[in-house]
């Protein structure tokens, strides 16, 4: 007796490794972006340009099994704090403990909408 995978089942559990590499090709853009001083130096500019590709790529896989709205919202969180995190590394930004507190509602909030975005165990 064979048994066949219901290919739903495979796509959800890439949708959410998915979405994290998503998030972090995010982060790989804005970084990029502010290297690139408005796109007028070559090879951030080209990286930006490559890192935007590969972000909306592994978010459209992302999205065929996770909600849009869920998505887009974890997306979008990933980016922004891993851009706010890493720009004082890159960058002349600075981290003040009020940002640092702002940040640490959008990761709560994002965990949270993990958790919200599981399915109820089906019942016998």
Known sequence: ???????????????WPMLLLAGVFEVGYALSVGGSEGFTVLWPSIVAVVFFLLTLYALSVALR??????????WAGIGAVGAALLGPVFFDETLTPAKGLWLAVIIAGVVWLKLADR???AST
């Open 119 to 121: 399915t109820a165990p």
């Open 65 to 74: 099994s996770i909600d849009v709205g869920i998505g887009y919202a974890v």
């Open 1 to 15: 007796m064979t048994t066949t995978m219901n290919s739903s089942s495979t796509t959800d559990r890439k949708g």
